[in-house]
């Protein structure tokens, strides 16, 4: 299918755009590569020996959105675009409502303007809020803590919203968990501007002598260790979740929400071992108090996604581990000195 990818240049987009040409999908990229770069487009189209079609374009600009509709038509829209860190939404929350929910409107808009009916939606297990059980089926209650959280689920609302009164539409809102690691290739990879809000990103920075140790945010958890436990999950598996996705959209009518993690948590200490013993280095770290706003633990029950799309994730923390690795140690500096 014509697969219009807003946000594809980004971390988990240009990961996807891999997959869909490896299916045999055409994506056509819209970003404003605010929080990403051209650079990375340039990679996966070096990966792919053609170039990745794309146009510079914000997603709130209806106008030029339209129109990039009208030229392209795409059958499907994979939509990521969006602002995604947590602490920031609570600084911000007007641009967080602005670009996650305007923006999701005015891209309905440019859809209906070419009766594109196909939306995979990037949406995140943070809608949960604190587990009333675990794991977080998508039948738990949905309680965002953060702007940002609530973000996601107004988006999610909308498209089921939208989906009820254009019933042969087919939405599907993929709540991920925590996407880690990169591409075997070692040339695309999570590059986060300024201060590493995540985990992962700030052990590799660490490892690669940007950062000079790891906090620890808590090892007074009710968890086995006592440190954070999370449901990591490879971003080449998420990627492929979404081409999974778009198969489903492309026979069945429908609005599904459904969880894309591994099943498994890891604890952050466990994530430490996991890098050193993947990649032999030692990752300094130290316990700090907890951050503000973090629950314990959360992990995914995968099931839905495994009956409704038949999908499953494949690789496990070691090449979670290595891959990353293999993204930082290459680019130390991510995307901003080019090779
Ligand atoms: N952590 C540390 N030190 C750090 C960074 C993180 O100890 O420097 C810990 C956190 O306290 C937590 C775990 O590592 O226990 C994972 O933290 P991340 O910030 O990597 O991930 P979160 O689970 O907090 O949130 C991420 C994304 C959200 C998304 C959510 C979905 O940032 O956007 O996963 O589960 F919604």
Known sequence: MRVLVTGGAGYIGTHTLLELVAA?????????????????????????????????????????????????RPEAVIHFAGLKAVGESEERPRDYYDVNVAGTLT????MEAVDCARIVFSSSATVYGAPDYLPYDEAHPTRPLSVYAKTKLMAED???????????????????FNPVGAHISGRIGEDPQGWPNNLMPFITQVAVGRRDKLMVFGDDYDTPDGTGVRDYIHVVDLARAHVAALTHAEKTPGAEVINIGTGQGYSVLEMIRAFEAATGLEIPHEIAPRREGDIAAMQADVRRAETLLGWRARHGLAEMMASAWGWQSANPQGYTTDN
Do not use: K, M
Request: aromatic share 6%; charged share 25%; net charge negative.
């Open 158 to 176: 909308i498209l089921r919203d939208w989906h009820s009164a254009h019933p042969q539409s087919a939405v599907l809102l993929l709540r991920y």
């Open 24 to 72: 045999g999908h055409e994506p056509f990229v819209v970003d404003n590569f605010e929080n990403a770069s051209p650079r990375a487009l340039a990679r996966v189209g070096e990966l792919i020996q053609r170039p990745i079609p794309h146009a510079t374009c914000d997603v709130r600009d209806r106008s030029t959105l339209t129109e990039i509709f009208e030229d392209i």
């Open 107 to 110: 891209l309905l808009a440019a």
